[in-house]
């Protein structure tokens, strides 16, 4: 019998233990990836709509490109601090619960963003208060990912779990998609305070939708007397931070992290500047576009790869290859396209293929450590914010020093390099706790 047969055999005996009622039957589980999915493109419409409208607010309250990527840059300062707590939270009493209150924070925060931005008739202290209120989204923001993790790993079987985090996260782009697409015709149409207020309102009605879906989940688990869906066993952090596949893991994701910050956040201003008579609304639309089918393309590939007669580690590594390879040398490229349409095309792939690290680095904790799946998440997404804010900062510095788009892009490639190469090395698709 070969290793693959064994391998198989073995993940059905796993399964089979779970019980029953383990995992969501097929009804179940589209109606949370279609909820998840939702909820995603909601998060991201909301962390993006700054750099939308940030053109905008720098002209209105007289900021530089450092201010900016300050302000932009303190989201991060609350999402890497929360990562494991939500992770910890959500192994222990339920992804579901901690994302319907962090949605609820989230999207109040949102909402009020204008209103902040007013509070002082000193242009210093609005940027300190938004850059606050940057630092409490993030806090709440931190809390999702982790939890999603939680609850998928829990919830998905293993065979299907790249599939449905493709999708799920697919939602990332598309709200990048939305809020850049919309959200610059109602920035046109009627100013930026409107891009908040729209988004929060969503954010808030998601919130009650993902409650009364939430109690319904409670109630099934209290109805088939599943207790293992809270985690009790107390998390161990020394076996995990003793393990070497967890560092490559997150070596990898800080550096994928570092690149897709830097291309969420700076995209949109690269474009005003460089082509300057052209629409907003497509630059910022196409790319996020042509990333969506990509994103879901990758959940199925590496899904049909698993389901073939490869490792679950080949798919991973296969995966984040054109992860990380095909982002960086597109964003390298970018710079050098004087044709809009070129640039366009180029920043597309390169968004596209960074999709492709949500079927693997992404989806690799519930590989390693299913049980305890959101806390290692926890433990890799901190890591991954912290480019978030040192990136976007230092990107919008060297902007300011020497004006050099080169520059900023080029650092994408050996940046994404460097993680590749530690992944490829040391990163495993097999369960190590």
């Known amino acids: 019998m070969d290793n693959q047969s064994m391998s198989s055999i073995i993940s059905?005996?796993?399964e089979s233990f779970k019980g029953p009622n383990k995992f969501w039957n097929g009804s179940e589980r589209s109606s949370w990836t279609i909820m998840l999915l939702i909820g995603t493109t909601i998060l991201f419409s909301s962390r993006v709509a700054m750099p939308v409208c940030a053109t905008t607010m720098a002209k209105e309250f007289g900021w530089n490109k450092k201010h900016l990527g300050t302000v932009?840059?303190?989201f991060f300062w609350g999402y890497a601090t929360t990562q494991i707590l939500g992770g910890y939270l959500a192994d222990r009493f339920g992804g579901d619960r901690v994302l319907t209150t962090a949605s609820l924070i989230w999207g109040l925060v949102t909402?009020?963003?204008?209103?902040?931005?007013?509070l002082s008739s000193d242009s210093w202290t609005n940027l300190l208060l938004l850059g606050a209120f940057r630092v409490i989204l993030g806090l709440s923001q931190g809390l999702h990912y982790p939890s999603m993790t939680s609850l998928i790993g829990k919830n998905v079987r293993e065979s299907s779990r790249s599939f449905s985090m493709g999708v799920i996260s697919s939602g990332s782009n598309l709200g990048s998609l939305i809020c850049g697409g919309v959200g610059a015709l109602i920035l046109e149409s009627h100013g930026w305070h409107e891009v908040f207020y729209v988004v929060g309102i969503c954010a808030l009605i998601w919130s009650f939708c993902m409650?009364?879906?939430s109690l319904v989940q409670q109630a099934n688990k209290r109805s088939h007397s599943d207790l293992s869906q809270l985690n009790q066993s107390p998390v161990p952090w020394l076996t995990i931070f003793s393990k070497p596949a967890l560092w490559c893991v997150i070596s990898a994701h800080f550096c994928m992290n570092a690149s897709y910050f830097i291309m969420l956040m700076w995209f949109p201003t690269f474009f005003q500047e460089t082509f300057p008579h052209e629409k907003a609304f497509v630059s910022n639309v196409v790319p996020w576009l042509m990333s969506i089918p990509a994103s879901i393309f990758g959940g199925w590939l590496s899904e049909r790869i698993v389901k073939s007669k490869y490792s679950v580690t080949f798919a991973r590594k296969f995966c984040q290859l054109i992860?990380?390879?095909?982002?960086?040398i597109f964003a390298m490229l970018l710079p050098y396209c004087s044709n809009y349409n070129n640039a366009l095309l180029v920043a597309g792939l390169a968004v596209s293929c960074q999709t492709f690290h949500s079927s693997a680095v992404l989806v690799n904790p519930q590989d390693i450590a299913p049980t305890f799946s959101g806390s290692v998440f926890g433990i890799m997404n901190t890591a991954g914010a912290i480019p978030g804010f040192?990136?976007?900062y230092f990107a919008g510095f060297i902007l300011e020093a020497s004006g050099s788009w080169k520059t900023v892009f080029t650092s994408v490639f050996a940046t994404n390099l460097v993680g590749l190469g530690i992944f490829i090395i040391g990163g495993t698709g097999e369960r190590i706790i």
């Open 323 to 328: 992860a990380m390879m095909g982002s960086g």
């Open 12 to 14: 059905a005996k796993k």
């Open 111 to 118: 909402a009020v963003t204008p209103r902040i931005a007013y």
């Open 211 to 213: 409650s009364r879906l």
């Open 72 to 74: 932009m840059g303190c």
């Open 390 to 392: 040192l990136g976007v």
